[in-house]
């Protein structure tokens, strides 16, 4: 998944609400976000932010335009005496930073990258991770104020996020599926939050077999929950809604700090001079009577595990992530067995 932060236009302040579409009615309560994979896609729609993944990245180095990236990649780690998975983690890291790179030509603001899942849990080797990717985009000339370094909101990834923003590296905590994940990442300090609503919204239509809408939507719900948390607490975390299944959901949640939608949800808006109000207020979140969870480690992660939504989504994001990876490695692994082959003789299979 891509995210991208759109730029308000500029419309007339006397313009009647009745005129304006719902996106740019939308626009009015919370940032919007585009999410979309494609480079075309981000430039057109001209945002402040964006973000990479791992099904993003072996989704793009399959086409044609964009497998020069990997190229270089490859290209550039010759020389290096690594080998074998250093040598492909190596270059991986290089490519993230690539894709990054050529992100933060068409966008003003921020780029996330993401960790490699498998380190999920492995606190250590997610900060050394952490590091090693702002090292390489500030090698290359990009300042780490421009990047987001995207983590799992693990126990150990939110313990690894809390070192690293310590350092001034400012961290994504995504598949974030519960109040007590959110409220870890807040004590922590990260720079912002992405709540799955249309996974969560997913699982409990499954789960109970039957269809949600507007307020009763649990993914709804969820997001809701852990914005109203942050600002009765005065957290500075920011709260990104994400993987909307639908415009009902999105209405909803109007007023959060920022709101990632698909461009066929974003055409929807676009098209639709519907009326959207504002439904998250944060002084109205301050006057609730919210009381403070718990978030030590025993308490983590014994709320986590007797939310089975939250533990079965997280960890079925992480294996999505980590099988997205393992393509990667074997895209990586091809192309440097074809690389070292001599000239005119094939890649072996």
């Not at 939110?158 to 070192?163: L, Q």
């Not at 699982?203 to 719900?221: H, I, L, M, S, T």
């Not at 698909?262 to 979140?285: F, N, T, V, Y």
Request: proline share 4%; aromatic share 6%; hydrophobic share 40%.
């Amino acid at each position: 998944m891509s995210t991208a932060t759109l730029e308000t236009p500029n419309t007339a302040s006397a313009e009647p609400a009745s005129h304006l579409s719902q996106l740019d009615q939308l626009k009015k309560f919370s940032k919007v976000v585009a999410d979309t994979g494609d480079f075309g896609t981000i430039e057109a729609f001209k945002p402040q932010d964006a973000t990479t993944n791992p099904s993003l990245i072996y989704a793009a180095v399959k086409e044609e335009k964009y497998g020069h990236l990997l190229d270089q990649a490859v290209r550039e780690s010759k020389g290096t005496p690594l080998t074998g998975a250093k040598l492909t983690d190596h270059i991986t890291d290089r490519l993230l930073t690539l894709f990054g790179t050529e992100i933060l030509k068409i966008v003003p603001g921020r780029v996330s990258t993401e960790t490699d899942a498998r380190l999920s849990f492995d606190v250590d080797a997610l900060i050394e991770k952490g590091r090693t990717l702002i090292k390489i985009y500030e090698d290359h000339g990009t300042p780490r104020e421009r990047v987001l370094i995207k983590i799992a909101s693990t126990w150990e990834g939110i313990r690894a996020a809390e070192v690293l923003t310590k350092e001034g590296i400012h961290c994504n905590l995504t598949l974030l599926f519960s109040t007590v994940q959110a409220a870890a990442c807040a004590e922590a300090k990260v720079q912002l939050i992405s709540p799955f609503v249309g996974r969560i919204y997913d699982w409990y239509k499954k789960a109970n077999n039957r269809d949600y809408a507007g307020a009763e939507d649990p993914g709804v719900q969820s997001t809701t929950a852990i914005y109203n948390y942050y600002k009765k607490f005065g957290y500075g975390t920011e709260v990104m809604g994400a993987s909307f299944r639908n415009v009902g959901q999105i209405a909803e949640l109007a007023g959060c700090d920022l709101l990632t939608i698909s461009p066929k949800l974003l055409k929807e808006l676009a098209e639709s001079e519907q009326p959207i109000e504002k439904k998250l207020d944060a002084a109205k979140a301050k006057a609730s009577d919210l009381e403070k969870v718990p978030t030590d480690e025993k308490s983590f992660r014994f709320l986590l595990n007797q939310d089975a939504m939250a533990t079965e989504k997280t960890a079925d994001g992480i294996r999505l992530f980590v099988a997205d990876i393992l393509k990667v490695d074997k895209l990586i692994s091809e192309k440097i067995e074809g690389a070292d082959a001599p000239k005119g003789a094939p890649a072996q299979s």
